[in-house]
Structures are given as structure tokens and as C-alpha cells.
């Protein structure tokens, strides 16, 4: 049986009291509750992964992520992307990437912990490594953006 | 304070309002929509600020169109800057509520549809910023005191060009001649720019709505948060066509209200606690006659028996004497192909927030319709439409889905059961899966004649289809000749000169709810009609791109199309071994696009989709890097729904309810995409829909030719369909 709690949670360095139903995912805490609506909901079943927030540097899918289990971590979302990852929304926009750019918070959050993991990712790592959904097929981009920013060397996949 | 002066028609059908308020010249635009009448009367505010031009030499630029990532909220403002000769820099890009004032010209409604940003406003845009052009002009011209004729304008300044003149090389800047250029007329067919002189059209200029997009910011229908604001979700019926009966109580602190087709859970808190209640939610629903024939199965073989039974038998297109043909043919070849419905599944679910008071209702939503949404918020409030405000936010995906008013309609009716407060309703995504108006399901033969030289004689085809146009309107569908071209269209309008052509179209009336998905019947009968020609040409005995080019004699877009495509993919050449390729081509919304495909792997193993090349000729571009990706972004969702891409039903109830059944295209599956552009000069063509079509058949027709196997039947890989 849920219940109502009371905590406060670190995002993007700063402190946010949050009091929530104990069950309600961190997505909607950060988007309904503190109003940070960078993080998108596409699915809640952790497929899509528009949702990707990090915690304590970590990727997770916040549609079903536990918000009482991010007490005392830090969180970083879109909205604190840039001090964390600062290279890669330049890349992004370099490479003109987004479209509707539904996708896009989730697959930077994603992109920044695959370049942590793999700072001079290969094809593969990117295959494996960037599973989100883009239903504009932004694809082709994400890579070209994601080796920009890692600074490696591209072959080619779109024609700019 | 204003100093604005009638409206001025400025070109046939573009109406333009000057004034000066708070700061800025304001140019208010009304592309016609409006009653003549309206304009002596309308303030320019009214007529709504299309152009701001501030003394902060800031310039502000309406985009009409709704954004849903294919680029017109750059590409349109663009096209007024280069009128205009702004400093790109300085130009600012707001997104237009719903406005009669801004419908498109093509078609006199405010709406997001049919590839028609660019094509609908591009005269009446160049107009408007030539317009405000030339009121600048002329204030610089009296400031300076010579001739409007010795003055220049370039990158948002005037200068005085003529030489040995006082002021001969002065520069005013268009922030400082705001207020004097609002006190002037608006001049009737202001001189264009020739197209040669272009120096922002035809640029890649990177687009104005990425930067918001990359850090969180920008504002889609689904991140609207207002003072006070709850939360709604819905539980539409499980099946197609049932409604709600006795309707169980929401849990505490939350409330239900009825709507015709479902229940709205209203909560406080969170759009999770609204969702986690309308999931588990008590209702009893009541089946429709037509329920439980919703059916993959049962649907399938209603299709077959109208195919061969089915009446009256519409004909859409008849040319020469295509029966004649097939009797006097050397070879026939005769297949027959289909499609399923498909889901629209843009990643932004439907939803849309409303707040209705007794005397006004002002809606903000991710909508392609504006002038629809409108209508439907009047009828619902019985407010006039001039108390509906509706704020267009950005749309997370679209696909066409987003035309349909569904969504809006229940979040005023909702709004309208607790006046005064905000509510935002958002669809779960299993209620997005499985409330969509779907991609239409098709069944269609075809026969082909070959002469003993191999040439195509003509085709005959017959499709079995339900219809977008009967759905929405069927008294039109009791005269039995006539015919929704949607359903046919792809198959009437192929590239090529056929001596003999009959397209025949039965009506299915089918229960399941279909509207318009990207490129609409192209999507699926450019399918049927591109694999076929590959069959036809392997039994000429002729290679797929030499067959084709044949039949282009009088289509030199599409012969160049095709020439440039031969060259680009490297036709000539064998691929690699393992790989084969297949092309296709295909003419819709004004363009000519042509693909091909290079692939490897097995029907067995799997199909790995290593490369598409896309050409396109949609006349001229606007912003070539955006025309890239729109051609990127259609091969990919192309490639997702011809591989995997399905709604199935079971006794009623659509089966597929999010991304763990059905599949999308991941990073993994995306190919190499290499765009050309040709330059045509054509008649301007659109851009956000053409490149769908050729992918799916020239992707079946490159596993044709690796396989040996040609699949008639779409998805290519059908996924397993969820029991419960």
C-alpha cells in the first residue's frame, strides 16, 4: 500500500523537497512535482528510454526508476547536461540532429554515459550502447554527433 | 499605442496590416481567410503580428505551421528573412496559435498536412517580407532625403547606394526605422527577389528550434504546466467501437468524468497517479454490432471475398485499353500484394491541456489542426470561435496523427466539467497504440502485359481498401462511381508512360478507424506498384533500372531522378558479394524521389540493411540540410514499418500495446543514408512526406534478387502477436 512521503532529492546540484505518493516514479517527480519536463515520457516500461536520467553518473530509465532510491545521489538530467557533458549538445547542434527532438534529452543522457563507458566509442559501441528510440530516425546524426564530440574520426553515414 | 491604417491587399489574397506597438513595427498578416470585410474593422492584432521588427533591431517571425521536427518553423520564417534581407542572426521564430488569419493558402485552413508548409505559403511569404522590405525602404529613403529608388536594402539595414548624393553610402539600421516604416502603407506586389540573388534560401542554415532541443527546453503539448493545473488520463475502449457502461469510482481525491468513448480519471498530483487510476479503473463496456468483426483474420478474408465479389467496383483510373492489352499481351505477370494497418506512434503520446470558464476556452496542444481543433472547442464549449485561444506548443512526432482532434476534443470536455482549472490530459502510450485512427490495411492485384519485345503494355489493378475520405465523410461514398484517390494513389500517379492503365478500388468497411499516415496511399501502393515493375521487368528479362528508364521518356524529372540515383549508387557496378540492391521510384506531393538499397544477410539468418542512396527533386529547396533529413528520417520509418511494422486485432481489440510488441528501428538498424538533391527548378515540391514511399519496394525488391523470394506482404518480418 502506497503512501504519501515526504524527502528531498539532489538534481542537477540542486535540493528540491518533493512530498509523493511513495510509489511514484522518478519521472514524474521530476516532471510533475519539481517541473523539470526536459525528461520525457514515451513508454513507462522502460523500452524507449526518452525517460534517461543519470544517478550518482549512472544511466537509468526514470519511468521506473524508484524516486526514494535517488534520495542522497545525485541526479543529472537534460537540464544539467551541459555541466557534466558539455561537448555533446554542441555536437548535437553541429550536426543538426533533433527533429520533433522528443527523443533527444534521452538519447544525450544516454550518449553521455556511453562516452563515459567508451570515450572513443566504435560503430558497435554505439549500436549497443544508444538502444533509444528515435521515431524520426535521427540515427544516422546521433552517430556522426556522438563521434564529434568523443572526437573521433567518422566515417561517413550521412551525406552533409 | 498603435498607428496601424487599413489593411492593404498586397497580393491576390495576402492581406498585410502595418503598426507600431510596444517597441516594434508590426506587420500583421491574413492570407485570405478572413471575410474582406473583416479587415477595414481588424486591428492589426487582431489580423495577428506575422513580422516584428524591434528598435532592438530584433526580428520576430510567425511560423503558420505546426513544427512536428520536419523543419518549416525555419524553413518558413527563411523565406520571409530573404525578402526581407534580415540579419539571419538577429531573426527570432515563434510558433502560431490557431489564427484563421494564418490558414494555408492551399487549402484555407490552418493545418499541418499533405507536405504543404512550403508549398501553400511560399508566394505569400516572399510577399510579406518583400512588403515590410519596402516599407523600410521608403522610411530610410525619407530619412535620409533622397529617392527610395537610391536606397538598398541587405542584411537588415538600408543604405543610400546611388553615388553623389549627401548621404551617399549612410546606413540605417532597421530597428531605427521601425516606428517610421509602421506609419507607412503596406505596398501592393512589391518587387521579388530573383531566385539567382538568394542569399538565405537555398542555405543550410541550421535550424532555429535545435538549440531548445538539445537542452531540455523547449516546450511540447506534453510539458505544459499552468498555475493550478491537475492531471487527467483516460481508459478508452479496449475494443473498436464500444462504449462505456457503468463506470466504477475513482480512487480518493480523484474524480471521473464520462466521455463517449472512455472515462478521464482526474488526479491532483501527478499524471502518473491520474494513469495508475484510469488503468485500474472499473468498467463495463459496451460492444458495438461491428466489434467483434474488428479481426485480423476475419478482416483478411472479408478483403479476399470483396476482391473477387466485391461491389459496386469503382474506377479511378482508365486509360487506353488495358484489358485489350492484357488479351493481346506476349506475357502477363499477375500478383497480388497487401499491407496491414500500422500505427501512427509518435513518441510524444497524444495529449493537450485545457482551460475552459463560462465565457472563454484556451487550449495548448501538440496539433497539426489548428482551424479543426478550433471548430470542435466551440462546439463543445457552444462558445463562438473567436473565445477559443488555442496555443500551438511543439510536437513530439506527428506522423498525420496529430490532424486527428480526438485528443483535444476530451480535454475540453473534461475542462469543461471543472471551470477554471487547468487540466492537462496525457494518454498513456498503450492508450496511444491502441486508440490510433491506424495507417489504412490494403489488399491489391495487379496484372501487367508484356509485349514480345519485353516492353509493358499496361497494368491492370484492383484494390480493396477502407477509406479515409468514408470514414470521415460516407454520404459522398453512396454514388458508386466515386473513389477516395488516396486509396489509389501511387498506383494512378506512377512516374511512367503506360500505354494502358485500369485502377479499380472496392470499398472495405471495415470497423477499424483509419486517417492519414505519412504520405498516405503512397506509403503502401507506391509498394505494390514498385515491386511490381521489378516482377514485370525480371520477366522482360530486362535490368530494374533500365526498365524503368524506358517509360521516362516524357518524365525527364524522374528520368533525371533515376540517372542521377544510377550513378550515385553505383548501379552499374556488381555489389559486393553477399549484397544485392534494389531500387525503386516514386512521385507524390510534387516531388520525384528515387532509392536504392543495398542489403545482405538471409531470410533466414536476417536482412541487414547496409545503405539507401535517396534522390530527390522537389524543385528547389529551401534549406537543403533539412530536405537531407526529412529524406533520413523517411527512409528509417519507412525501413521500420516494411520490416516489422503492424497493428494486429483480435475479436476487437487491437493487440499491440506498446514498444516491448512492437518493434521500431533502433540505432543498430539505422543504414548509411546518402542524400542528392537536384536542383530542378521545378515547381516547388514537398519535402516532409516524399521520401517514404520507394523504401519499402526497393527494399523487397533487393531481397527479391538476394533471396530469389519476392514478399508481396507487409511487414516483411511480421512480429509475434501478443495473446492477451
Redesign the interface.
Known amino acids: 500500500m502506497s503512501e504519501t512521503r515526504t524527502y528531498s532529492l539532489n538534481v542537477n546540484g540542486t535540493t528540491y523537497p518533493v512530498t ?2 511513495s510509489e ?2 522518478l ?3 521530476l ?3 519539481i ?11 522502460e ?2 528510454y ?1 525517460c534517461s536520467v543519470m544517478v550518482d553518473g549512472q544511466v537509468e530509465h526514470a519511468c521506473v526508476f524508484d524516486a526514494t532510491s535517488a534520495i542522497g545521489k545525485k541526479i543529472t ?3 544539467g ?2 555541466t557534466v557533458a558539455p561537448k555533446l ?1 554542441q555536437a ?2 553541429d550536426e ?10 534521452g538519447m ?1 543522457i544516454a550518449a553521455a554515459g556511453l562516452l563515459k563507458e567508451h570515450p572513443q566509442p566504435a560503430d558497435s559501441d ?3 550502447g ?14 556522426k554527433a556522438v563521434k564529434r564530440a568523443a572526437g573521433v574520426a567518422t566515417t ?5 | 499605442m498603435s498607428t496601424g491604417i487599413a489593411s492593404r491587399e498586397v497580393d491576390r489574397g495576402t492581406f498585410l496590416k502595418a503598426s507600431f506597438v510596444g517597441g516594434a513595427f508590426i506587420l500583421g498578416i491574413d492570407f485570405g481567410a478572413l471575410p474582406r470585410a473583416a479587415h477595414a474593422a481588424a486591428s492589426p492584432t487582431q489580423l495577428n503580428a506575422y513580422i516584428r521588427i524591434g528598435t532592438d533591431e530584433s526580428i520576430t517571425i510567425v511560423a503558420p505551421n505546426s513544427e ?4 518549416t518553423s525555419t524553413a518558413l520564417p527563411m523565406i520571409v528573412a530573404e525578402e526581407l534581407k534580415a540579419d539571419w542572426s538577429k531573426v527570432r521564430m515563434e510558433l502560431a496559435g490557431a489564427n484563421a488569419a494564418f490558414a494555408n493558402p492551399m487549402f484555407h485552413l490552418q493545418l499541418t498536412g499533405g507536405s504543404t508548409a512550403v508549398r501553400g505559403y511560399y508566394q505569400a511569404l516572399r510577399t510579406v517580407g518583400a512588403s515590410a522590405r519596402e516599407m523600410l525602404i521608403a522610411a530610410g529613403a525619407a530619412k535620409f532625403g533622397v529617392n527610395a529608388s537610391d536606397c538598398v536594402a541587405e542584411k537588415g539595414a538600408v543604405r543610400v547606394a546611388t553615388a553623389g548624393l549627401p548621404s551617399s553610402g549612410q546606413v540605417a539600421t532597421y530597428g531605427s526605422l521601425a516606428a517610421a516604416a509602421a506609419s507607412l502603407a503596406p505596398p501592393a506586389n512589391p518587387p521579388l527577389t530573383d531566385r539567382k540573388n538568394f542569399q538565405i534560401v537555398g542555405t ?1 542554415i ?2 532555429l ?12 503539448g ?2 505544459v ?1 499552468l498555475p493550478g493545473m491537475v ?1 487527467a488520463a483516460v481508459k478508452q475502449s479496449p475494443k473498436v467501437g464500444q462504449i462505456p457502461g457503468a463506470i466504477g469510482a475513482a480512487p480518493r481525491g480523484m474524480k471521473t468524468v464520462a466521455l463517449p468513448n472512455g472515462v478521464a480519471v482526474v488526479a491532483t ?5 491520474a ?1 495508475k487510476a484510469a488503468n485500474s479503473l472499473s468498467v463495463t463496456w459496451i460492444d458495438a454490432p461491428s466489434t467483434a468483426s474488428a479481426d485480423t483474420t476475419a478482416m483478411k478474408a472479408a478483403a479476399a471475398a470483396l476482391m473477387t465479389g466485391g461491389s459496386p467496383v469503382r474506377v479511378a483510373l482508365n486509360t487506353g485499353d488495358a484489358p485489350g492489352a492484357i488479351a493481346k499481351a506476349a506475357k502477363t505477370v499477375t500478383a497480388t500484394y497487401s499491407v496491414p494497418y500500422v500505427p501512427h ?5 497524444m495529449n493537450a491541456t485545457a482551460l475552459v470558464t463560462p465565457t472563454s476556452c484556451e487550449i495548448w496542444a501538440p496539433t497539426q489542426a489548428q482551424g479543426p481543433c478550433v471548430l470542435v472547442a466551440a462546439a463543445i464549449t457552444g462558445l463562438t470561435p473567436d473565445k477559443i485561444t488555442l496555443h500551438t506548443t ?6 498525420g496523427r496529430k490532424g486527428e482532434t480526438d485528443f483535444v476534443e476530451q480535454a475540453v470536455r473534461i475542462a469543461k466539467t471543472m471551470p477554471g482549472t487547468p487540466v492537462k490530459l ?1 494518454w ?2 498503450e492508450e496511444d497504440m491502441t486508440q490510433d485512427f491506424y495507417r489504412p490495411a490494403s489488399l491489391c492485384s495487379l496484372t501487367g502485359s508484356l509485349d514480345s519485345t519485353g516492353a509493358l503494355t499496361g497494368i491492370s489493378s484492383r484494390t480493396v481498401s477502407p477509406s479515409i475520405g468514408y470514414q470521415k465523410g460516407p454520404a459522398r461514398y453512396a454514388d458508386p462511381t466515386a473513389v477516395d484517390s488516396s486509396a489509389v494513389e501511387g498506383i494512378t500517379t506512377m512516374p511512367y508512360a503506360l500505354p494502358s492503365q485500369r485502377t479499380e478500388w472496392i470499398l472495405d468497411t471495415a470497423p477499424v478507424r483509419v486517417s492519414y499516415w505519412r504520405s498516405v496511399g503512397n506509403s503502401y501502393n507506391v509498394f505494390f506498384a514498385e515491386s511490381f515493375i521489378d516482377e514485370l521487368a525480371a520477366a522482360a528479362g530486362k535490368d530494374p533500372i533500365a526498365f524503368r528508364r524506358g517509360m521516362l521518356g516524357a518524365n525527364p524529372r524522374a528520368l533525371a531522378v533515376l540517372d542521377t540515383l544510377t550513378a550515385k549508387s553505383g548501379w552499374a557496378a556488381a555489389p559486393k558479394a553477399g549484397h544485392a540492391r534494389g531500387v525503386a521510384i516514386s512521385q507524390c506531393f510534387g516531388s520525384i524521389v528515387g532509392e536504392v538499397v543495398d542489403i545482405s544477410g538471409s531470410l533466414t539468418t536476417g536482412i541487414k540493411v547496409n545503405s539507401v542512396t535517396v534522390v530527390i527533386d522537389c524543385g528547389n529547396s529551401i534549406n537543403p ?1 533539412t530536405v ?2 526529412q529524406m ?6 519507412g525501413l ?1 514499418v516494411a520490416l516489422w511494422g503492424d497493428m494486429p486485432f483480435t475479436a476487437g481489440k487491437p493487440m499491440r500495446r ?3 510488441t512492437y518493434k ?13 538533391i537536384i536542383e530542378s527548378g521545378g515547381p516547388l515540391g514537398g519535402v516532409g512526406e516524399p521520401g517514404l514511399p520507394p523504401i519499402a519496394p526497393a527494399l523487397g525488391n533487393a531481397i527479391a534478387r538476394l533471396t530469389g523470394t519476392r514478399l508481396r506482404s507487409l511487414p516483411m518480418f511480421p512480429q509475434p502477436v501478443p495473446t492477451s
Open positions: 509523493a505518493d511514484t516514479p519521472l514524474w517527480v516532471r510533475d512535482l517541473g523539470l519536463t526536459g525528461t520525457k515520457y514515451g513508454c513507462g516500461i523500452q524507449c526518452a538530467t537534460i537540464e547536461l551541459s549538445q548535437w547542434i543538426q540532429v533533433p527533429q520533433c527532438g522528443y527523443c533527444q534529452s544525450l554505439i549500436d549497443s544508444l538502444p533509444n528510440i528515435c521515431a524520426c530516425g535521427t540515427y544516422p546524426r546521433i552517430r561517413s553515414t550521412v551525406s552533409r | 512536428l521536427g520536419q523543419g543550410s541550421p535550424r528550434d535545435i538549440p531548445a532541443k538539445v537542452n531540455g527546453s523547449a516546450v511540447f506534453i510539458d504546466r492531471y498530483t501527478t499524471t502518473w497517479a494513469i506512434t509518435s513518441l510524444e503520446p511543439y510536437l513530439g512526432g506527428g506522423m496525457t498513456s502510450r540540410d537531407r533529413a533520413e528520417s523517411a527512409v528509417l520509418q521500420g506498446n514498444f516491448n521500431m528501428p533502433r540505432m543498430r538498424d539505422a543504414p548509411a543514408i546518402d542524400t542528392t
